[in-house]
């Protein structure tokens, strides 16, 4: 599979692939950046939660090749809200790569903080995140105990639309593939040598039963990664961004909406000036 010919609709608004050159450089820095981070960290490795998807495939396929299989511990966390081969997958990717890992039916975790507050047991996003931020803390329980480093698995994309559990899957230490769009994480996952079937998947963060991503966001991730790359981060205005992309209004609107309403998410929690 060509990194530089598939991983884009063909009626995609705009092209954001990396030249093989490119994609070169990228893996070259995000491998530095990766051992960089955990030598200043002064541990011992990493450790990281392994959903079966492109997103985490991708960062393994990095921490294996920036520290070595013996230095990176996975954690495959499934609950019942889980695709059965989304874990699959994840325990794939482990084996395929040489490393150790454990898993861990989170579920009987979960369920202990539904019976402590029943009210909030019915809402389904409150009860996706509590799954979330469980798999968060089973990252650090095993990272602290073995002097290792939490690595995230989170893109731009998802960081500008706030597509991400707060203290839940952005609770980490450091993102390798926080710069590039999910456009570019495609690409470099096939030029990693990622198997296409782990790459064309369906994005999914398992909150619930049947969810998406794009379902939930509401527009398509080119679509997305287009608006955001000239609209968000290029400063291109709204009517200008519709004319220039050829996408709707709406979809520019509804992308704007993500970005500002999770401005909250990436800042540090606001406290009042202190006393002079």
């Known amino acids: ?3 530089e010919t598939v991983l884009q609709r063909e009626d995609a608004p705009l092209d954001l692939r990396l030249s093989e050159a490119e994609l070169d450089t990228v893996r070259e820095n995000l491998t530095a950046f990766i051992e960089a981070q ?9 450790v990281m939660g392994l959903s079966g998807g492109i997103d985490s495939t991708t960062v393994a396929h990095l921490a294996v090749e920036a520290l070595g299989p013996d230095s990176l ?5 499934p609950s019942e809200v889980n695709d059965e081969q989304n874990m699959s997958d994840a325990e794939r990717v482990a084996e395929m790569l040489g490393i150790d890992y454990d898993v861990i039916e989170i579920e009987p975790i979960a369920a202990s903080f539904f019976d402590a507050l029943p009210r909030a047991a019915d809402d389904r996003t409150a009860t996706g995140n509590v799954r979330v931020r469980i798999r968060g803390v089973l990252n650090y329980f095993l990272a602290n105990a073995e002097n290792r480093l939490v690595l995230g698995t989170g893109n731009r994309s998802e960081a500008l639309t706030g597509y991400y559990t707060k203290y839940g899957d952005q609770a980490v230490d450091c993102n390798p593939i926080g710069g590039l769009y999910k456009q570019q994480v495609r ?7 990622v198997p296409e079937d ?20 509401g527009v398509d991730y080119d679509t997305v990664d287009a608006i955001l790359a ?7 205005s709204a009517s200008a961004t519709v004319e220039a992309l050829d996408v709707d209004r709406e979809e520019v609107d509804r992308v704007r909406e993500l970005y500002e309403s999770s401005a909250h998410k990436r800042a540090m929690p606001p406290a ?5």
């Open 73 to 77: 511990h996975g954690l495959v966390m």
């Open 1 to 3: 599979m060509s990194s």
């Open 230 to 236: 000239v609209h968000v981060d290029g400063g291109l």
């Open 38 to 46: 955990v030598e200043t960290a002064g541990t011992d490795g990493a």
């Open 198 to 217: 782990l790459v064309m998947k369906t994005p999914s963060a398992g909150m619930w039963v049947g969810q998406t991503d794009e379902g939930e966001m």
């Open 272 to 276: 009042p000036e202190p006393l002079e």
């Open 187 to 193: 690409q470099l996952a096939a030029h990693l040598g």
